[in-house]
């Protein structure tokens, strides 16, 4: 299992950005893929989880209305578009390989991606 | 929303048990999973569905979950065993993902 995230970097309170997870090394179509992120020197939370076929798509408290998570499947990319970002969202954002059923294990993680929100 | 309480820290000396808690109300109604988590790398899964191990995950590592508390149990426990461990539920109440806040493990 390889997943590759990319589209991290600087941006200013307000901005948008497109994080992308490439994966690989399993049938990306039946699995839920996850996005958990983790600010510097603090624990983990929860952004969002989309389900490995149908529609199911679920957000954090913290993100909803302002992130959007789809994945395209023939690429086995899975995408993460944030809007609307605050300082608050800096983080180091994981792609996961799980959430689908929504009470399964997030079974495998990406190395993440690092997103500043700064002016 | 659902609160998972994980003690900061836990310390234990070399070949002993460490014992991991997760508090929650009503906790043992949710399956629970656990992430190991070492300096400058990603999260790997240790514990699934309560008491599963993964390939690759030692059989020192074991997992229980009852009532209001699910426990990670980390049995003669080594130097490379030092890192943070997170637990995690699916609240299906408010449909959300929930981890605890991580406690670290030094091993003295």
């Known amino acids: 299992v390889q997943l590759l995230e990319s589209g991290g970097g600087l941006v200013q309170p307000g901005g948008s950005l497109r994080l992308s997870c490439a994966a690989s090394?399993?049938?990306?179509?039946?699995?839920?893929m996850t996005w958990v992120r983790q600010s510097p020197g603090k624990g983990l939370e929860w952004v969002s989880t989309i389900a490995g076929s149908g529609p199911g798509t679920y957000y954090g408290d913290s993100v909803k209305g302002r992130f959007a998570i789809s994945r395209d499947t023939p690429k086995n990319t899975v995408y993460l578009q944030m809007n609307s970002l605050r300082a608050d969202d800096t983080a180091i954002y994981h792609c996961?390989?799980?959430?689908?059923?929504?009470?399964?294990?997030?079974?495998?993680w990406g190395q993440g991606t690092l997103v500043t929100v700064s002016s | 929303s659902y609160v998972l309480t994980q003690p900061p820290s836990v310390s234990v000396a070399p070949g002993k048990t460490a014992r991991i808690t997760c508090g929650g109300t009503n906790i043992g109604r949710w399956t629970v999973h656990w992430y190991q988590q070492k300096p400058g790398q990603a999260p790997v899964l240790v514990i699934f569905?309560?008491?599963d191990r993964p390939s690759g995950i030692p059989e020192r590592f074991s997992g229980s979950n009852s009532g209001n508390t699910a426990t990670l149990t980390i049995s003669r426990v080594e130097a490379g065993d030092e890192a943070d461990y997170y637990c995690?539920?699916?609240?299906?109440?408010?449909?959300?993902?929930?981890f605890g806040g991580g406690t670290k493990v030094t091993v003295l």
């Open positions: 569905y309560d008491h």
């Open positions: 090394g399993f049938t990306f179509g039946r699995y839920g």
């Open positions: 995690h539920v699916w609240d299906g109440d408010s449909q959300q993902v929930v």
């Open positions: 996961v390989k799980g959430g689908d059923p929504v009470t399964s294990s997030l079974s495998y």
